[in-house]
T-cell receptor
Framework: DAKTTQPNSMESNEEEPVHLPCNHSTISGTDYIHWYRQLPSQGPEYVIHGLTSNVNNRMASLAIAEDRKSSTLILHRATLRDAAVYYCILRQTAQGGSEKLVFGKGTKLTVNP | DTGVSQNPRHKITKRGQNVTFRCDPISEHNRLYWYRQTLGQGPEFLTYFQNEAQLEKSRLLSDRFSAERPKGSFSTLEIQRTEQGDSAMYLC?????????????FGSGTRLTVV
C-alpha cells in the first residue's frame, strides 16, 4: 500500500486558515488522494478527495502539487469544531487494486480560541 | 436515511466470551467495510464486502473473527473466545463502488472492552 507522511500534530487559532500537509512520494498515476477527519468518539468523516487538479467543497480545499508527490488540505477559517485528527490517504483505483482505505496516524489539529 | 448505524455502541465482555456486532449501511451502498481502531492509532482495515461477497480479509482477521453480510444488506462481525487484546473500537463503513463520490461513510463504532 502506498504510504503518506503527515506531521503528528498542528495548532491553529480560531478563524485563521489552516494548511495541513501530506507527502506521498510513492503515489502512482491512478491513486486518488483522500482526506478524512475524525472527531473525538466518532468514526472518520470524509472531507475531500482529488486526483490531479485542486478541489474545493463546502468543507475544505485540496491543493495537489504538480508532481502529485504532496498535497495540502486547506481549512479556510478554522473553528473549534474543526479540532480533529486529519488523515491523508491514497486510494488505489487501478484494476486489481483493493480500493480499501489504509489509514496512517494522521495529524491531530488543535484549534485555540 | 440516517447514515451507517452500528449496534451496540458499547460492549463489555469477559475474556473467553463470544461477541457479535451489527452494522446497517446506507441502503444504496453496495460496499461495506469493517475496521478496528485502538487508542492513538488510525483505523486498521479488517475486511470488506461487495454486496454479499467478502472480497478481502486482512491478516489481522484471525480465525476467531468472522464477518457476514447475508443478502448484501446489514453485516455482522463476530469475535469468538475474546481476548484482552481485542479491546478496541470496531468501525463499519459503506460506499458505492462507483458514483458521484468515492467517499466512505463511517458509523460511530462499537467500543469493545474485554475484561
Amino acid at each position: 500500500d502506498a504510504k503518506t507522511t503527515q506531521p503528528n500534530s498542528m495548532e491553529s487559532n480560531e478563524e485563521e486558515p489552516v494548511h495541513l500537509p501530506c507527502n506521498h512520494s510513492t503515489i502512482s498515476g491512478t491513486d486518488y488522494i483522500h482526506w478524512y477527519r475524525q472527531l473525538p468518539s466518532q468514526g472518520p468523516e470524509y472531507v475531500i478527495h482529488g486526483l490531479t487538479s485542486n478541489v474545493n467543497n463546502r468543507m475544505a480545499s485540496l491543493a495537489i502539487a504538480e508532481d502529485r508527490k504532496s498535497s495540502t488540505l486547506i481549512l479556510h477559517r478554522a473553528t473549534l469544531r474543526d479540532a480533529a485528527v486529519y488523515y491523508c490517504i491514497l486510494r488505489q483505483t487501478a484494476q486489481g487494486g483493493s480500493e480499501k482505505l489504509v489509514f496512517g496516524k494522521g495529524t491531530k489539529l488543535t484549534v485555540n480560541p | 436515511d440516517t447514515g451507517v448505524s452500528q449496534n451496540p455502541r458499547h460492549k463489555i465482555t469477559k475474556r473467553g466470551q463470544n461477541v457479535t456486532f451489527r452494522c446497517d449501511p446506507i441502503s444504496e451502498h453496495n460496499r461495506l467495510y469493517w475496521y478496528r481502531q485502538t487508542l492513538g492509532q488510525g483505523p486498521e482495515f479488517l475486511t470488506y464486502f461487495q454486496n454479499e461477497a467478502q472480497l478481502e480479509k486482512s491478516r489481522l482477521l484471525s480465525d476467531r473473527f468472522s464477518a457476514e453480510r447475508p443478502k448484501g444488506s446489514f453485516s455482522t462481525l463476530e469475535i469468538q473466545r475474546t481476548e484482552q487484546g481485542d479491546s478496541a473500537m470496531y468501525l463499519c463503513a459503506s460506499s458505492y463502488t462507483r458514483g458521484l463520490t468515492y467517499g466512505y461513510t463511517f458509523g460511530s463504532g462499537t467500543r469493545l472492552t474485554v475484561v
